[in-house]
């Protein structure tokens, strides 16, 4: 398969770049946010962030490899993020995806907590798959109920809001899964600043759809 990422220097440095990015650009503050890419001859494996490590302490042999059909050795010298099994579930699920980039970035994370979804106020909702960016229901942070109903929504999708928590995300590559956090948390804040000065139109199912099929044909996209 083309979405699986060798285990090896480049990609562990590119995670840990990735992580480091979306502090310094405000995507996710501190360690609240999560990254993982598959791995593995036939992709059967996932490397992702450790827990608890600051960004810039990361080292490359600080990222968690583990399977993607099993829970973590315990044992393990770092354990892996709290957040593994969406990780675990979503690359498990969702085979044509190499990347899934979770944070709290403060505008998704404050719709989230409205417990609102973010409709098709503008067409790069288009991006996500669909008509709309689906919310979550509210589960413990790292719960297999959690996993189940992340994966449940993203079913056609390639980001959701999970409810009082934050977003996730999935992409191609590692840097598609980046743009589309990005743009994800941009659509938030356009939203919101747009229910502000008024009453946002929203595009239909016909309009939708028509950007969405332009969408087959989107990209390249580079994440900065």
């Not at 098709?120 to 996993?147: E, N, R």
Request: proline share 6%; aromatic share 6%; charged share 20%.
């Amino acid at each position: 398969m083309s979405n699986i990422l060798p285990d090896d220097l480049a990609t562990r440095t590119a995670i840990i770049k990735a992580c480091r990015w979306m502090n310094s650009s405000g995507i996710n503050q501190g360690t609240s946010g999560n990254i993982s890419v598959r791995t593995g001859g036939a992709g059967e494996d996932m490397l992702i962030t450790p827990s608890g490590v600051p960004y810039d302490d990361l080292a490359p042999e600080m990222i968690v490899r583990m399977s993607l059909s099993s829970e973590p050795v315990l044992d393990a010298p770092l354990k892996p993020s709290s957040e593994w099994r969406f990780h675990q579930t979503l690359l498990r699920n969702r085979t044509d995806m190499a990347a899934v980039v979770h944070a709290h970035p403060a505008y998704c994370s404050a719709l989230a907590i409205n417990r609102e979804s973010i409709p098709a106020c503008h067409y790069m909702i288009a991006a996500f798959g669909g008509h709309d960016v689906p919310l979550t229901k509210y589960h413990l942070f790292g719960s297999q109920a959690l996993a189940d109903d992340v994966v449940k929504a993203m079913r056609d999708r390639h980001g959701c809001l999970m409810s009082n928590h934050g977003s996730v995300v999935v992409g191609e590559s590692l840097e598609k899964a980046l743009w589309r956090m990005e743009e994800l948390e941009n659509l938030a804040k356009v939203y919101t600043l747009s229910r502000q000065i008024g009453t946002p139109v929203i595009l239909d199912r016909d309009e939708m759809a028509a950007v969405v099929a332009a969408f087959a044909n989107y990209g390249p996209v580079k994440a900065p």
